[in-house]
């Protein structure tokens, strides 16, 4: 089993900046991808930004230019860097992994979310 776990999250005033960081820990042999995700209240969770094993990034077009996703494949976390933070950037951010546990079997796990809140 492979558990996440967040830190990071804040109240911010708009332009202001906060990093996100996850940390799997269990049993990992390998993982593909890891994301971070928002949920705003009454809203659709979605994808905020994606790394994959390879180092290609993606994101959504609202936090392009502002956000950075990395990643630190010996201790098993990623990042998310987020500057210019707006109102609209207010929600529950989960991070989110996948790949291949000890076992050769596969694993998404998600974590717990951690509050960004950003006033104006």
């Known amino acids: 089993q492979v558990q996440l776990l967040e830190s990071g999250g804040g109240v911010v005033q708009a332009g202001e900046s906060l990093t996100l960081s996850c940390r799997a820990s269990?049993?990992?042999?390998?993982?593909?991808?890891m994301g971070w995700y928002r949920q705003a209240p009454g809203k659709q969770r979605e994808r905020v930004a994606v790394?994959?094993?390879?180092?290609?990034?993606n994101y959504i077009d609202s936090v392009k230019g502002r956000f950075t996703i990395s990643k630190d494949n010996g201790i098993h976390t990623v990042y998310l860097q987020m500057n210019s933070l707006k109102p609209e950037d207010t929600a529950v951010y989960y991070c989110?992994?996948?790949?291949?546990?000890?076992?050769?079997?596969?694993?998404?796990?998600w974590g717990q979310g951690t509050q960004v809140t950003v006033s104006s």
């Open positions: 790394i994959t094993s390879d180092g290609d990034t």
């Open positions: 269990g049993s990992i042999s390998m993982i593909v991808s």
């Open positions: 989110n992994m996948m790949g291949y546990d000890r076992s050769r079997s596969v694993f998404a796990s």
